[in-house]
DNA sequence: GCGCTGACAGATTTCAATATCTGTCAGCGC
DNA sequence: GCGCTGACAGATATTGAAATCTGTCAGCGC
């Protein structure tokens, strides 16, 4: 197991991820990790100051999974109102596919999340500025129309709350969902569009 | 206590409020209901066949309390997209005040809320209805687009979960919410205007 | 007859003893 | 010196026995 390869705190976090995904968030244990890393619990603290807060580094790291392809989204070149849609129904796709091929790494995602609120916040102001940027671009090309970026983009991320929120995830299966979100991102572009 | 008064569905549903207020979701049990109200737990059961019947009975109750004054809202003549916002403004209210003055029992009313979800779903086709009846009423008027206003009313009631649905809550005490709130309606009237 | 009582069985919760875990640190070995 | 170990104290979780609760029902009293 142990190879010989030197601790680093991304080794740390790969083999915490694999104890997380095993054991279960509730079950798994520092001692768990140190036990699958083949070192004694005592060098997991040298890497990280405490339980909460390699929790936190896994958190982030799922986290970041989620934003960089959005992120790409948001940086091609191209109509704002077709790349909003688009960003929007990636971030849905994102959260929707897993929740429905692994539940339970969800719930354990999902309850990691709300400990981290810090690493969260982050995450949101980091998708709302990328909203911003482009309904910010929309204005420039004359497709929208809004008094202020800023509050925009943080009211179709408030509006859309339905669809990426994982508190809402349970109804993600249904199937009148898509219809759902059609009806909303229909309803979100006409109230940015320039008229 | 007792004051000889019949024993009905009703005022045990009145008594089991208050025992919930007082002794929080998880501690009330039949038998306290049935010592406030002076009698043996079995004449509960006369009236509920379970403690789970009993809770959705209240849960019922308390969901009607926000339902009633918002119907009469949707009642009342006059222009709908001024009637809609106002609609959906007492239903952030109602919810805002209910978790401001009584946090503690507004998360008994959550717990019971998710128990009881035939009751919700019920409460929610009820509120969206009513939305569908003021949309419906302005695309009479000429001040609504929409190619089918029930689709669009549950497009409304989905873009504003962020501030009716309980999971939200904690974000309802930030200073940032109203500014928020009236964003995400400024979008949707826009969304929904005729043009 | 009709509604209430109170004892009961099985399910659930509580509580305290026990075991495990978190976070620290002196000291070992490379 | 530097990083790791393993023993330790205090905090947290687990467990199983005892207490309480849910739901039923035969029988009492109006």
Same mark, same amino acid.
């Given at each position: 197991m142990n190879e010989a390869v030197v601790l680093t705190s991304e080794r740390i976090l790969e083999v915490t991820e694999d104890v997380l995904r095993r054991y279960g968030l509730a079950k798994a244990t520092v001692v768990d990790v140190a036990r699958a890393l083949d070192v004694s619990h005592g060098s997991v603290y040298r890497h @990280?100051?405490?339980?909460a807060s390699l929790r936190e580094a896994v958190a982030k790291r799922w986290l970041e999974r989620v934003s $960089?392809?959005? *992120? %790409? &989204?948001? *940086? +091609?070149?191209?109509p704002a109102p077709v790349k909003l849609e688009r960003w929007l129904r990636e971030l849905f796709d994102a959260k929707h596919k897993?929740? /429905? +091929?692994?539940? #339970?790494? @969800?719930?354990?995602?999902?309850?990691? *999340?709300? #400990?981290? /609120?810090?690493?969260?916040? $982050?995450?949101? %102001?980091?998708? &709302? $500025?990328?909203? +911003?940027? &482009? &309904?910010t671009e929309g204005v420039a090309q004359? $497709? @929208?129309?809004?008094?202020?970026?800023?509050?925009a983009a943080a009211a179709i991320f408030d509006a859309t709350r339905s669809f990426h929120h994982p508190a809402h995830a349970d109804e993600w299966a249904d199937c009148t969902c898509s219809t759902r979100v059609d009806a909303v991102l229909t309803l979100l572009l006409r109230g940015l569009a320039a008229r």
């Open positions: @990280f100051p405490s339980k $960089a392809p959005l *992120a %790409q &989204i948001a *940086a +091609e070149p191209g897993r929740v /429905c +091929e692994d539940p #339970e790494m @969800f719930a354990t995602y999902l309850t990691l *999340a709300r #400990e981290a /609120c810090t690493v969260v916040k $982050a995450h949101k %102001q980091d998708l &709302i $500025a990328q909203v +911003e940027g &482009i &309904i004359g $497709a @929208f129309d809004v008094a202020d970026p800023k509050t």
